[in-house]
């Protein structure tokens, strides 16, 4: 159809809903077409459900990623003054409760040698967002202009933005429909969401956080597989050496889950990383060094791996993350005054077990959809969010718990949120007599 000149995006349309294979120079059309508004809403959501039942082919995946890639800017080290060589990388999580990983792990990678420009979402349905949860930092600009991002990651080593209108503008407009077509939940669409917008970061390679279980965003372990597959593969030939870790969202990651409540526990990891969650430092270690070792940083895995720990044992973390947010217009004594600047919310309870016995499994999806009724996440993407909400003390399946001992600490604005969250945080946490088996955070690692 490329070559009869005109482009008639219903011919586009019928091509795909017939079981019929596009052209990389249509898909090239549609995707301008979206980007400058002259293909229709309805036809964007026509293709997305064709889309979502008939899938794609390898080569129609790869053609609309990097179209919507190119439909904004994409950023050129070169201009900055990086070597065509320097290790830029990043990672990117499929989202879940309490995954505050971004945050201890951009500053452990630059720590490390590696430059990480990271652009992270906010938090949608159950799961939490990056970008909500710096926010809670008093003056932390999201949004600087992509002169400064460059800047903050040269000198600084990370930098962590919001999405912005200049890159990857078709995937915008292309998500905003099929979240209200019910188009969202098909691997090449999500594949080709999640690499436009990390790719137009110009970077070197990128490790994948793919999580699977009652938390995470795929609602079956089978289709996270399939997703990650995907990524890596569309990535790899999109010359992005790629790798992607399926990790456990069965519970929610760490002791909190909301935004200031997440920066509290992202600076005591930091500055007191042998009393953190041994889950969260797994994965987060885990994921450092695939990103130091896959961008060249570092010479392999293992190696990468001890640097990364002794950076962060060291305080050399701490230290890069407390630039950043000095860079973005937070305060520059972040750690010494936490308390007058992260404000949570004034009502505080516990979630008691009520019984003896052990943590055996959680529903973490209803613990973050409780986190969102006590105004700590958004079902709207428009909403705005309370960051002084949200839970702490968070129990850990295995642990064992005594019948007047909490499950979690609730924080809420008003005495009828705070009996809201206790009923459904309860509700979500199963207890049993004996322990269960324990399973590892980090279930595969996928491109190796
Ligand atoms: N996250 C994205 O960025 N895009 C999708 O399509 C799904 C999740």
């Not at 990043?90 to 309490?98: L, Y």
């Not at 999201?142 to 933005?161: H, L, M, N, Q, W």
């Not at 399946?397 to 459904?424: N, Q, T």
Request: glycine letters at 10%; hydrophobic letters at 45%; a negative charge.
């Amino acid at each position: 159809m490329s070559d009869a000149g005109v482009f008639l995006p219903q011919e586009m349309i019928r091509t795909k809903r017939d079981g019929g294979t596009i052209e990389a120079a249509d898909i090239q059309k549609f995707v301008a077409g979206i980007t400058d508004g002259s293909v229709t809403d309805g036809q964007v959501a026509a293709l997305a459900m064709t889309i979502f039942f008939n899938g794609m082919t390898p080569d129609e995946g790869a053609a609309l990623t990097l179209a919507m890639r190119d439909s904004g800017d994409v950023i050129d080290w070169s201009k900055y003054g990086f070597a065509a060589d320097a290790p830029i990388v990043d990672k990117h999580s499929t989202g879940g409760v309490g995954d505050k990983v971004s945050l201890m792990l951009a500053p452990i990678v630059a720590a490390c040698g590696g430059f990480v420009p990271m652009i992270s979402g906010r938090g949608l349905g159950h799961t939490g967002g990056t970008l909500d949860k710096l926010e809670s930092i008093p003056g932390y600009d999201p949004y600087p202009s992509i002169d400064r991002f460059a800047e903050i990651v040269k000198t600084v080593g990370c930098s962590i933005i919001g999405q912005t209108g200049d890159l990857a503008p078709a995937d915008k407009r292309f998500y905003g429909i099929r979240d209200v077509t019910a188009t969202v939940e098909s691997i090449p669409l999500i594949t080709a969401s999640i690499l436009s917008k990390k790719l137009s970061a110009g970077l070197r390679a990128l490790v994948m956080d793919v999580k699977f279980g009652s938390g995470a965003f795929m609602d079956s372990d089978k289709k996270a597989e399939e997703l990650a597959r995907n990524i890596v593969r569309v990535a790899n030939a999109a010359d992005v050496p790629t790798t992607a870790l399926l990790t456990d969202m069965n519970q929610v990651l760490g002791r909190t889950a909301g935004n200031a409540v997440e920066i509290f526990e992202t600076i005591d990891f930091l500055l007191e990383p042998r009393q953190a969650d041994k889950r969260l430092m797994t994965v987060t270690l885990d994921l450092a060094a695939h990103m130091l070792a896959l961008s060249g940083a570092q010479p392999n895995f293992d190696v990468a791996r001890d640097k990364a720990a002794v950076a962060l044992m060291k305080g050399k973390a701490a230290e890069v993350f407390a630039k950043m947010v000095a860079a973005q217009g937070g305060p520059a004594d972040l750690y010494e005054k936490k308390h007058d600047y992260l404000k949570l919310a004034p009502v505080v309870k516990p979630v008691l077990a009520g019984k003896a016995g052990f943590i055996s499994g959680m529903d973490t999806r209803a613990i973050g959809m409780a986190v969102v009724a006590l105004g700590g996440g958004r079902t709207d993407p428009s909403a705005k969010v309370d960051h002084g909400v949200g839970l702490t003390e968070v129990c850990q399946v295995g642990d064992r718990v005594e019948a007047d001992e909490p499950l979690a600490m609730v924080y809420a604005r008003d005495d009828a949120a705070a009996e809201a969250a206790i009923k459904s945080v309860r509700a979500a946490i199963d207890l049993k007599p004996v322990a269960p088996e324990s399973k590892p955070i980090v279930a595969l690692t996928i491109g190796e």
